[in-house]
Structure formats: structure tokens, C-alpha cells
């Protein structure tokens, strides 16, 4: 079975300040992965997404990502944060099994912007 | 820009109630899916839905849940007779095909009482 871990459940930095928020995953074969995020009270938003070929791939809002295959991680990266960016994140595995798909997902980071 | 969208945003039900949760998925995808997150946890798979039954389902989806597309826009999820530990937000999802995106909607927070 699948399972994604996110190390820091918490992460506070300053507003233009860098940002790398941690996942590794578990997955027997070629996984597909995600970053979600999710504002207060509201659903989950896609960020960017990793299906095959370049393993550091750009999303929304100026982050990126990078596959690495050797290290199990899907790593989350802003090179300068903005207030607006205070959310929870999560991130996402799926599984493509005989009978369909479903998304296993991380315990979240909360992070917070110091202005 | 399409996107999912839940009826009602909060509901709330007393113990052993019947609730249903709706969904309008986008409307040219053929997968659809219920997750729920309890407060404080992290979000997890109830249900994946397709060509009218379901694919696959978490053991958390026991026989109070049912899923139905009852037309060719809904998509619903039924709890027959609520418990407490029911109480959480429930998101949809849909995605156009398999191991594609999928996009959720705002949720259903649910707080059975």
C-alpha cells in the first residue's frame, strides 16, 4: 500500500524568505504525485502535479517541485514567500490500481508568514 | 474555468439521521470520488465511482455509505443513519480519466450531533 509522510507539520518563515516543505512517499511502482493546497475553511487546490519525464516540474503561485526517484521525495519549493501563501499543504500520492485510482495524502504542513 | 461544486457548504444532523452530500463533478469527466477529513487529520479515500458503480472503496466506506449518479450531473454520497465520528469535511473530486488530475470541490462540512 501507498503512504506519504510530511516530516514538519508546522513551518513558519519570513515573507521573502525561501521555502521547502518535505515529502517522501511509499509506492511499489512509478508513482504519480501532487501538491494540494487548502486556505482556511476551503478545498483543496491543485499546485502542480508529477505524472512522468522531467522530474522538477513548475505549478502555481511560482513553486515547483522535484521528482527524486533514489531519495522516495517529492520536495515543495518557493524561492521567495508571500503573506498570501500562509495555508496547509499537502501531499499526495496516487495509485493506479486494476479497479481505479484514489489519492493517498499526507498529514499536511502548516505554514505561517511572518510579515 | 470548470470546477466541482458541493451542496450543502455545512450541514448539520442529529445521531442516526440520513444524510446526503451532493456533488456536480466537472462535466466532461467520467471519474468521481468521495474523501473526507476529519478535524485536524489529513484528508483520506472513501470512494472512486465510474461508468455507474463503484471502483474501488476504503474500509472506511462500510454499508451506512452508498454513492449514487442519479442523473447525468450529480453525484451523491449517502450516510444512512449518522454517527459521531461521521463529523468531518467531505470533499468530491472528479478527474477526466485515470491517473489525471483530479479536482476537488469546497467540501461539506459535516457535524453530526
Known amino acids: 500500500a501507498q503512504s506519504v509522510t510530511q516530516p514538519d507539520i508546522h513551518i513558519t518563515v519570513s515573507e521573502g524568505a525561501s521555502l521547502e516543505l518535505r515529502c517522501n512517499y511509499s509506492?511499489?511502482?512509478?508513482?504519480?504525485l501532487f501538491w494540494y493546497v487548502q486556505s482556511p475553511g476551503q478545498g483543496l487546490q491543485l499546485l502542480l502535479k508529477?505524472?512522468?519525464?522531467?522530474?522538477l516540474v513548475q505549478g502555481i503561485k511560482g513553486f515547483e517541485a522535484e521528482f527524486k526517484r533514489s531519495q522516495s521525495s517529492f520536495n515543495l519549493r518557493k524561492p521567495s514567500v508571500h503573506w498570501s501563501d500562509a495555508a496547509e499543504y499537502f501531499c499526495?500520492?496516487?495509485?493506479?490500481?486494476?479497479?481505479?485510482?484514489?489519492?493517498?495524502f499526507g498529514t499536511g504542513t502548516r505554514l505561517a508568514v511572518r510579515p | 474555468e470548470p470546477e466541482v461544486t458541493q451542496t450543502p457548504s455545512h450541514q448539520v444532523t442529529q445521531m442516526g439521521q440520513e444524510v446526503i452530500l451532493r456533488c456536480v463533478p466537472i462535466?466532461?469527466?467520467?471519474?468521481f470520488y468521495w474523501y473526507r477529513q476529519i478535524l485536524g487529520q489529513k484528508v483520506e479515500f472513501l470512494v472512486s465511482?465510474?461508468?455507474?458503480?463503484?471502483?474501488?472503496k476504503s474500509e472506511i466506506f462500510d454499508d451506512q455509505f452508498s454513492v449514487e449518479r442519479p442523473d447525468g450531473s450529480n453525484f451523491t454520497l449517502k450516510i444512512r443513519s449518522t454517527k459521531l465520528e461521521d463529523s468531518a469535511m467531505y470533499f468530491c473530486?472528479?478527474?477526466?480519466?485515470?491517473?489525471?488530475?483530479?479536482?476537488f470541490g469546497p467540501g461539506t462540512r459535516l457535524l453530526v450531533l
Open positions: 462535466s466532461n469527466h467520467l471519474y
Open positions: 465511482f465510474y461508468n455507474n458503480e463503484i471502483s474501488e
Open positions: 499526495a500520492v496516487g495509485a493506479s490500481g486494476s479497479s481505479g485510482d484514489k489519492l493517498t
Open positions: 509506492y511499489g511502482a512509478t508513482p504519480y
Open positions: 473530486a472528479s478527474s477526466l480519466d485515470r491517473q489525471e488530475t483530479q479536482y
Open positions: 508529477y505524472f512522468s519525464g522531467d522530474t
